[in-house]
């Protein structure tokens, strides 16, 4: 698929819905979220319909930091190696293994796909209950699995949400830390050019060079391609997993002053990424790199 083929992902712009931080200990990467100063959801079960129809368990349980039409997923594989579709990524490490990109119809994105001659794993379901922010209910979605000749560095996924005024609960957007928005996600990459190439085939991505690797422009948001001695170059003393990996995201704030205020209040240690910009180890957020960008600073 080239950039500029039809399809539904996103209408005709491809965007990050969320990304996913995989662990084994779900109440643990909720405290360490929380003591970052994110409003976390409390976890809730994952199902998928079983064959008569009724909830299955997904032996996952996930809780959730919400903006305003973007989220951070963290998510536990309660008995890992028993089937669940991250195992393989977790048992690698325990990190950023998820990227959901968004869809208004999913059935219609999996057909463009395979029209375009990518060889695509199946249509999925997935359900989970939801009780916050004053919103009950059953949250659902369609999403289905982006094959590996397009992502290998994670999971990553296409997403249809359902009822997604059970997922974008405005009384949850507000953090103490002042997070507004996903801004992007970084991957670590063997080869460059091989990682653009098939992140190009996405719909509506525009490719820009930058001193320390690629970004993948998806309308606001960045997709950035990096080998490990860029990387070190941008985050010094990190401590990361071998390519091919998702190693960090990237977080818009309201002011980066006043976040850096709240960190240093609650004694977290930052590290300055730029003048708008600043960058917390893999060990505080659940061994991911986070990047905080004041929301002024250029796309």
Request: net charge negative; charged share 20%.
């Given at each position: 698929?080239?950039?500029d083929?039809?399809?539904?992902i ?9 990304i ?5 200990d ?12 994110f ?9 998928q ?35 669940n ?9 325990e990190?950023l293994?998820i990227?959901?990109?968004r869809t208004?119809?999913?059935k219609?994105?999996?057909?463009d796909?395979?029209?375009h001659?990518?060889v ?8 989970r209950?939801?009780?916050a922010g ?8 369609k ?6 000749s ?6 990553s ?9 059970l ?10 830390n ?6 992007g ?21 525009n490719i820009?060079p930058?001193?320390?690797g ?20 941008m ?5 990361l ?12 704030v ?8 709240y ?14 910009s600043?960058?917390l ?19």
């Amino acid at each position: 698929m080239t950039a500029d083929s039809p399809s539904r992902i996103q209408s005709s712009e491809t965007t990050i819905d969320h990304i996913g931080l995989v662990g084994r200990d779900i109440h643990k990467m909720i405290a360490a979220f929380r003591h970052l100063g994110f409003v976390v959801t409390e976890p809730a079960a994952l199902t998928q319909p079983g064959p008569d129809g009724e909830p299955v368990s997904l032996g996952q349980m996930s809780a959730h930091v919400i903006f305003g039409d973007t989220y951070i997923e963290l998510t536990a594989v309660d008995r890992p190696g028993q089937g669940n579709h991250l195992d393989p990524w977790l048992a690698r490490h325990e990190g950023l293994h998820i990227m959901a990109l968004r869809t208004q119809d999913a059935k219609q994105s999996w057909d463009d796909l395979a029209a375009h001659g990518v060889v695509m794993p199946p249509m999925r379901a997935a359900s989970r209950e939801v009780n916050a922010g004053g919103k009950k209910g059953i949250a659902d979605f369609k999403w289905f699995q982006i094959p590996d000749s397009i992502s290998r560095e994670g999971f990553s996924c296409v997403v249809e949400h359902q009822t997604p005024e059970l997922v974008f609960i405005e009384s949850l957007t507000h953090h103490p830390n002042g997070a507004l928005a996903l801004r992007g996600v970084c991957a670590l990459v063997d080869d460059l050019n091989d990682a653009v190439s098939r992140y190009q085939r996405l719909p509506g991505a525009n490719i820009e060079p930058f001193a320390l690797g690629r970004y993948v422009v998806l309308k606001n948001q960045r997709f950035i391609a990096m080998t490990p001695k860029g990387m070190a170059a941008m985050c010094p003393g990190a401590k990361l997993p071998a390519p091919p990996c998702f190693a960090g995201f990237a977080v818009h704030v309201r002011s980066i002053a006043e976040t850096c205020n709240y960190l240093a209040q609650k004694g977290i240690a930052y590290q300055p990424a730029s003048e708008l910009s600043v960058w917390l180890k893999p060990e505080l957020a659940c061994g991911a790199v986070l990047l905080l960008i004041d929301q002024q600073a250029p796309i």
